[in-house]
């Protein structure tokens, strides 16, 4: 088997449980990045095996699960405005296909981890949106220790920063939802930062289009209709384990005649 950068692989000792793009070889150690998942991993090349793309892929089968029926004949309907911003572009840019697909209004803006927090705040200020993400990568290094220890993280304490300036922004909940982290991320941190949806609570890996899914709902959700957070959760791919959050209301307005 020949493996280049570029192609589709799983790894034979995880069960062929993920899907990565091989993204770079060096010392015979191929470097991948989740398809799906936000995640990076590295193996070597027995471990690996060629993947072959299927027709219906599980990003579209999450896509038609989590549609909402609106009763287009009479009212109309004005969405919440979400403000993305990745860390990665080939996750920000699923995500805005999602958002479309949804007839959500969605600005992406591809910023690295680690400078998040500093470019925060004059995005926030020019697009006054009413949902903000803030994610990208991390990951929680058990080998070093401490749960607790933000040390022990990739970027979750870069992603508290810049939870902190948004919530200094607009100190309420209810007027600007934060949705935060990434795979691994200190789930209990974030929410004390001000987040009102972050992950991960059990310290898992999360799917490329789990964020933006608690957005599009809560932005297509009618204004003070209070969101069922456990039936929320549940349409992300691994439920209350991969993102928790706090009880809220939808932000979308509806009105009449149309």
């Known amino acids: 088997m020949e493996l280049k950068r570029g192609d589709l692989v799983t790894r034979k000792s995880y069960n062929h449980d993920t899907v990565f793009k091989i993204i770079n070889i060096k010392d015979d150690i191929y470097y991948l990045k989740?398809?799906?998942?936000?995640?990076?991993?590295?193996?070597?090349e027995d471990d690996l095996e060629k993947y072959e793309i299927l027709e219906n892929t599980e990003e579209l089968s999450i896509i038609d699960?989590?549609?909402?029926?609106?009763?287009?004949?009479?009212y109309f309907y004005i969405p919440?405005?979400?403000?993305?911003?990745?860390g990665d572009k080939d996750y920000l840019d699923k995500c805005l296909k999602y958002?479309?697909?949804?007839?959500?209004?969605?600005?992406?803006?591809?910023?690295?981890?680690?400078?998040?927090?500093e470019q925060l705040l004059p995005l926030l200020k020019e697009h006054k949106p009413d949902i903000v993400i803030i994610t990208g990568h991390d990951a929680y290094y058990s080998k070093k220790g401490n749960i607790n220890d933000l040390k022990n993280y990739r970027n979750t304490a870069n992603f508290i920063k810049a939870v902190k300036i948004a919530r200094k922004?607009?100190?309420?909940?209810?007027?600007?939802?934060?949705?935060?982290?990434?795979?691994?991320?200190?789930?209990?941190?974030?929410?004390?930062a001000g987040a009102n949806f972050a992950s991960s609570p059990k310290r898992i890996n999360i799917?490329?289009?789990?964020?933006a899914i608690?957005?599009?709902?809560?932005?297509?959700?009618?204004?003070n209709k209070e969101i069922n957070l456990i039936e929320l959760l549940d349409k992300t791919k691994y439920g209350h384990d991969g993102i928790g959050g706090i009880k809220c209301s939808g932000l979308m307005y509806v009105g009449?005649?149309?």
């Open 80 to 86: 919440a405005k979400i403000l993305h911003i990745d």
């Open 256 to 258: 009449f005649p149309r």
């Open 65 to 74: 699960e989590s549609e909402l029926n609106l009763e287009r004949n009479e």
């Open 207 to 211: 799917h490329a289009l789990d964020p």
């Open 99 to 117: 958002y479309k697909k949804k007839g959500v209004y969605a600005i992406g803006k591809k910023v690295s981890e680690e400078q998040i927090y």
């Open 34 to 44: 989740g398809t799906e998942v936000r995640l990076y991993a590295d193996a070597k």
């Open 214 to 223: 608690i957005a599009s709902t809560l932005a297509l959700t009618e204004r």
């Open 169 to 192: 922004y607009e100190k309420s909940h209810d007027k600007l939802i934060i949705i935060a982290g990434a795979c691994q991320s200190n789930y209990e941190e974030l929410l004390k």
